[in-house]
């Protein structure tokens, strides 16, 4: 069995610091085989919030895979917007845009859609796809592969279509044409599960997991309480555990189990 936590939206520069000491403690516990953060690890892309960030991270057990979001990206400073976008995220947090973690049972992929024309939006471009398309292609069958971007392919109900990430419709049956069966993301900052079925008619018939993750640490809440997802993977079956903490004395604890299992046309739910 293998166990990914996927937390996102730290927002460095907007957290509660006391609910990131309890995030810290109860990733410890849990000892994931890998930790995926996808994106907005600062409020503003300061070298401060970055240093933050990479206490924080520094914390957590590793490997991890570290993806930035638009938020990394300096908003005010239109010639480091242009110029350098990531230029602090690379200093600070890591050079690798593209991160990967590869075992017998899980392939992981991070992907970097954060860009400088948008303030909100997110894209992924053919080299990123086919970069994808390079692990995930080389992964025997069986193993679980997982892309990791700030912008999600799929939404909850209510939310934006320009929430979606761009070029999602050419990326997607291409990424999944290689066994791609689970997309973790964040930028919401609220938790949903969802599949590939209704948006996207792939042409293996399979239907992919989208698992978007809430923020974790920061106070800026869209009615929903800072969360993380544990998702435990032991062949065929998936397990997402969305853990919450509704103060920082409380902790972080279980608040939803979602169990689905693989099936020759994607993902199933199972009691």
Same mark, same amino acid.
């Given at each position: =069995?293998?166990?990914?936590?996927?937390?996102s939206?730290i927002?460095?520069?907007?957290?509660?610091l006391?609910?990131?000491e309890?995030?810290?403690?109860?990733?410890?516990?849990l000892?994931?085989d890998v930790?995926?953060?996808?994106?907005?690890?600062?409020?503003?892309?300061?070298?401060?919030?970055?240093? /933050?960030?990479?206490?924080?991270?520094?914390?957590?057990?590793?490997? &991890?895979?570290?993806?930035p979001g638009n938020?990394?990206?300096?908003?005010?400073?239109?010639?480091?917007?242009?110029?350098s976008?990531?230029?602090?995220?690379?200093?600070y947090?890591?050079?690798?845009?593209?991160?990967?973690y590869?075992d017998?049972?899980?392939?992981?992929?991070?992907?970097?859609?954060?860009?400088?024309?948008?303030?909100?939006?997110?894209r992924?471009?053919?080299? &990123?796809i &086919?970069?994808?398309?390079?692990? =995930?292609?080389?992964?025997?069958?069986?193993?679980?592969?997982?892309?990791?971007?700030? !912008?999600p392919?799929?939404?909850?109900?209510?939310?934006?279509?320009?929430?979606?990430?761009?070029?999602?419709? =050419?990326? =997607?049956?291409?990424?999944?044409?290689?066994?791609?069966?689970?997309f973790?993301?964040?930028?919401? !900052?609220?938790? !949903?599960?969802?599949?590939?079925?209704?948006?996207?008619?792939?042409?293996?018939?399979?239907?992919?997991?989208?698992?978007?993750?809430?923020?974790?640490?920061?106070?800026?809440?869209?009615?929903?309480?800072?969360?993380?997802?544990?998702?435990?993977?032991?062949s065929?079956r998936?397990?997402? !555990?969305?853990?919450?903490?509704?103060?920082?004395?409380?902790?972080?604890?279980t608040?939803?189990?979602?169990?689905f299992?693989?099936?020759a046309?994607?993902?199933?739910r199972? /009691?």
């Amino acid at each position: =069995m293998r166990r990914i936590v996927h937390l996102s939206d730290i927002h460095f520069g907007s957290v509660d610091l006391a609910i990131a000491e309890r995030v810290v403690e109860k990733i410890v516990e849990l000892g994931p085989d890998v930790v995926v953060v996808s994106g907005d690890l600062t409020q503003r892309a300061r070298s401060a919030q970055f240093i /933050e960030a990479k206490r924080f991270l520094d914390l957590l057990p590793k490997p &991890q895979i570290v993806v930035p979001g638009n938020h990394d990206v300096p908003l005010y400073n239109v010639f480091a917007r242009f110029g350098s976008p990531l230029e602090k995220f690379r200093r600070y947090i890591t050079e690798d845009l593209t991160p990967s973690y590869i075992d017998a049972e899980i392939a992981v992929v991070g992907v970097n859609t954060a860009r400088s024309l948008t303030i909100k939006g997110g894209r992924i471009n053919e080299t &990123q796809i &086919q970069q994808v398309r390079d692990v =995930m292609c080389g992964v025997d069958e069986g193993v679980l592969k997982v892309v990791v971007t700030h !912008h999600p392919f799929d939404l909850p109900v209510g939310f934006d279509e320009s929430d979606i990430v761009g070029r999602a419709k =050419m990326a =997607m049956p291409l990424m999944s044409g290689c066994g791609a069966d689970v997309f973790l993301a964040g930028h919401l !900052h609220v938790s !949903h599960i969802g599949d590939t079925a209704k948006r996207y008619k792939l042409e293996n018939g399979r239907s992919a997991l989208v698992i978007q993750a809430g923020t974790a640490t920061s106070v800026r809440g869209r009615g929903e309480a800072n969360s993380f997802n544990l998702i435990e993977f032991d062949s065929p079956r998936l397990t997402v !555990h969305r853990l919450e903490c509704s103060s920082p004395t409380a902790g972080f604890q279980t608040a939803d189990v979602q169990a689905f299992r693989q099936t020759a046309a994607g993902w199933e739910r199972s /009691e």
